[in-house]
């Protein structure tokens, strides 16, 4: 073997992916407020095969507020990999991006699921943030939020499906509330049918 | 023969690790997502939101979904030519002296010229967080870990 050869090796076995220097960039900006830069260095990241990359451009949607845009980009993460699951600072970005969307029910559901892991500073903020949540889903703006939902959700299930399931699933949430189950079958069917046309482990 | 297989495979197995974030991007990218996480502090409100009376006709409307859309399109399609200077190799290939690293980033700089169009121009950190902060909430500070 030439003495070239364990060189070579070493590197390739020492090459970081090509997405981790976009990831570190991402993170980097992230920090330093400069949103815009982070989405592109995720966007790249994510290009490149990172399958984490899509969690951190939906938290830096969320950053630029683009709340819609974020839920979609949450809901295509979640479906691409599963990397980012089950962490509770992504899952407190996530329900941020619901609650920015107006998508209490689905802010709610982030907000639990991240406060049951969440620090001593952290838990009572999003237990209050909860609390606020459930206080502001009135019966009288119930049948109103559901119609609204149910329509961007028709509107937008060819062009944005990810998008459309988000607003599907909160209005049969929402309708589960509604003392006359206001067009639950509808929105459940719809949500349904969105859930069996997304494609499986990919974008 | 063998000497060739044997490559190929330390170099797959290199790539396979490209699902696996290495634990240092890892904690960065925690620490980035807790250092600016900050909850909301408008009451949350099943109603229709109040739209600026210059942003709220449909044409407007329709204005912000086009520019999104062009947007993400021009950032996809950066990101796209990234990852096909990658995949390609180009860089110390391509006649111009770049790396795969140097199309990226100039990808990353189209695409980030195309969003500060898009959006007059103003940066993320100019309109700060939409959804505010409230005082002392900055940080949250619950440490490392998978725990925000």
């Given at each position: 073997?030439?003495?070239?050869?364990?060189?070579?090796?070493?590197?390739?076995?020492?090459?970081?992916?090509?997405?981790?220097?976009?990831?570190?960039?991402?993170?980097?900006?992230?920090?330093?407020?400069?949103?815009?830069?982070?989405?592109?260095?995720?966007?790249?990241?994510?290009?490149?095969?990172?399958?984490?990359?899509?969690?951190?451009?939906?938290?830096?949607?969320?950053?630029?507020?683009?709340?819609?845009?974020?839920?979609?980009?949450?809901?295509?993460?979640?479906?691409?990999?599963?990397?980012?699951?089950?962490?509770?600072?992504?899952?407190?970005?996530?329900?941020?991006?619901c609650y920015a969307a107006q998508l209490l029910v689905c802010a709610d559901r982030w907000f639990g699921s991240a406060?049951?892991?969440?620090?001593?500073?952290?838990?009572?903020?999003?237990?209050?943030?909860?609390?606020?949540?459930?206080?502001?889903?009135?019966?009288?703006?119930?049948?109103?939020?559901?119609?609204?939902?149910?329509?961007?959700?028709?509107?937008?299930?060819?062009?944005?499906?990810?998008?459309?399931?988000?607003?599907?699933?909160?209005?049969?949430?929402?309708?589960?509330?509604?003392?006359?189950?206001?067009?639950?079958?509808?929105?459940?069917?719809?949500?349904?049918?969105?859930?069996?046309?997304?494609?499986?482990?990919?974008? | 023969?063998?000497?060739?297989?044997?490559?190929?495979?330390?170099?797959?197995?290199?790539?396979?690790?490209?699902?696996?974030?290495?634990?240092?991007?890892?904690?960065?990218?925690?620490?980035?997502?807790?250092?600016?996480?900050?909850?909301?502090?408008?009451?949350?409100?099943?109603?229709?939101?109040?739209?600026?009376?210059?942003?709220s006709s449909p044409s407007a409307a329709d204005a912000r979904e086009s520019n999104s859309a062009a947007t993400q399109?021009?950032?996809?399609?950066?990101?796209?030519?990234?990852?096909?200077?990658?995949?390609?190799?180009?860089g110390h290939g391509n006649g111009n002296g770049n790396d795969a690293s140097d199309s990226a980033r100039n990808a990353?700089?189209?695409?980030?010229?195309?969003?500060?169009?898009?959006?007059?121009?103003?940066?993320?950190?100019?309109?700060?967080?939409?959804?505010?902060?409230?005082?002392?909430?900055?940080?949250?500070?619950?440490?490392?870990?998978?725990?925000?």
């Open positions: 073997m030439s003495p070239l050869r364990p060189a070579v090796l070493a590197l390739l076995l020492a090459a970081a992916p090509p997405s981790e220097s976009h990831l570190v960039a991402g993170a980097d900006a992230f920090r330093a407020e400069a949103y815009e830069k982070a989405l592109v260095e995720f966007r790249v990241a994510e290009a490149l095969g990172s399958a984490d990359a899509s969690w951190y451009v939906a938290a830096s949607l969320l950053k630029l507020g683009r709340a819609e845009d974020a839920v979609e980009a949450f809901v295509l993460a979640e479906r691409s990999n599963q990397g980012g699951a089950g962490d509770a600072l992504l899952e407190v970005y996530r329900g941020q991006a406060e049951a892991r969440a620090g001593p500073r952290l838990a009572p903020q999003l237990k209050a943030l909860r609390s606020a949540l459930r206080d502001a889903l009135r019966p009288e703006q119930i049948e109103p939020a559901i119609d609204r939902f149910l329509d961007r959700a028709a509107a937008l299930q060819r062009t944005r499906p990810a998008l459309a399931l988000a607003f599907a699933e909160e209005a049969a949430a929402l309708a589960t509330r509604s003392p006359e189950r206001h067009r639950q079958d509808e929105a459940t069917a719809l949500a349904g049918r969105l859930v069996a046309a997304a494609p499986k482990g990919g974008r | 023969m063998l000497r060739c297989a044997f490559m190929l495979v330390l170099l797959l197995a290199s790539r396979a690790t490209a699902d696996e974030l290495a634990p240092r991007t890892r904690a960065l990218l925690h620490e980035a997502l807790e250092a600016r996480l900050t909850l909301p502090t408008e009451p949350p409100s099943l109603q229709r939101p109040v739209l600026p009376s210059s942003l399109a021009a950032q996809a399609a950066a990101a796209n030519r990234a990852a096909q200077d990658v995949a390609n190799g180009k990353a700089g189209q695409a980030r010229g195309v969003e500060a169009r898009t959006t007059g121009g103003k940066g993320a950190s100019g309109q700060g967080n939409p959804h505010g902060g409230p005082p002392g909430q900055g940080n949250p500070g619950n440490g490392g870990g998978k725990k925000p």
